[in-house]
């Protein structure tokens, strides 16, 4: 069986592989040279993007995950939180450290728009097939409204998630909830992109968080390219 951890906003890399690839049928150096020898330019630039989003959405985000869990130190018996899980990627990633003393939920809407063939079923399927469902519980749930406790989780992690939350109002709300359901020394780490950091920075620090950091990612995250790159930005309550 295959994994299927689906493709982020889908409609995006179709799109520039598609203006790519019509741009490219429709070359004419015949007639129009210097024209031609620009958007010849601007197809491969787009096919370019729309593969390097391809490369991200399936492969860069969990290398920048994975650099994230290797300098963690983690027991196994923590409880962790991952909100906007999607297809259970980060979810999973989590659950394999842990014992059978730890959890990890996964919050989400399931929305298709955010990732293709996003299903609370398949996220069930994938957890099932990496033999970690007698520690892993997905709750149907808005970010902005948790229904779990205070102080409950010692990890809460995001992964591409909050820039999907619209309004600014509501997505502050979904940062304080991130934050409120932590434990105190409890740690946040939310990986995104948009440039939204000065943003959550001052929602975060606002509402208890300490410590917090901002760094970028590199290649790893770049959604179609270096201008719409990613970050990552932790705390400690």
Known sequence: ???RYGLDAPLVPIMFIGVGIITLVNLDFNHQYVGSIISLIFGL???TSGMIFIHTSLWGKLAIWQTILSKLKINGNEKVLDLGCGSGAV??????????GGSADGVDLWLSRDQSNNSAAKTQTNIDYNHVGDRTTLI??????????DHDYDYVVSSYAFHNIKPASKRDQALKEAVRVLKPGGRLIIVDMENKFKEYKSILEQNGLSNVVVT????NGWW???WMGSFVISGTK
């Open 91 to 100: 979810l999973i990633l989590f659950a394999k450290l842990l014992t059978k």
């Open 224 to 226: 179609g390219g270096p």
């Open 216 to 219: 970028r990612t590199g290649i």
């Open 1 to 3: 069986m295959k994994l």
């Open 45 to 47: 630039s787009m096919l």
């Open 140 to 149: 149907t749930a808005d970010m902005a409204d948790l229904p779990v406790h």
